[in-house]
Nanobody, 122 residues
Framework: VQIVQSGGGLVQPGGSLRLSCAAS????????MNWHRQAPGKQRELVVG??????????VADKGRFTISDISSDNANTTVHLQMDHLLPEDAAVYCC??????????????WGKGTLVTVSS
């Protein structure tokens, strides 16, 4: 599975950003697409995710400010977006998308995007 992320960048406090995650080569209908973030000096944390069933799982995401889209699929890609509104300086981090699915030696395997930097500053 290959993951391509887009979006991110510099935004002022209170602003909005939309991140996109497109996964190709996904051959199973049982998977989850998740957004994680890691700020400098901090551990990586789950922001929000969505299962292929449509169920969502929330980590640190403020439901009033962070919205994960429904999954959309075409012949080539499976895509999900993270809409982030009313951004705060503490939301600044590298945001990474991953796709988890059954497989591998542990029974669960994950593919990661390269990450995209979100900077919230005036």
């Amino acid at each position: 599975v290959q993951i391509v992320q887009s979006g991110g960048g510099l935004v002022q406090p209170g602003g909005s950003l939309r991140l996109s995650c497109a996964a190709s080569g996904l051959t199973t209908s049982d998977y989850a697409m998740n957004w994680h973030r890691q700020a400098p000096g901090k551990q990586r944390e789950l922001v929000v995710g969505i299962y292929s069933t449509g169920s969502r799982v929330y980590g640190v995401a403020d439901k009033g400010r962070f919205t994960i889209s429904d999954i959309s699929s075409d012949n080539a890609n499976t895509t999900v977006h993270l809409q982030m509104d009313h951004l705060l300086p503490e939301d600044a981090a590298v945001y990474c998308c991953n796709v988890r699915r059954p497989g591998g030696t542990s029974g669960l395997q994950a593919s990661w995007g390269k990450g995209t930097l979100v900077t919230v500053s005036s």
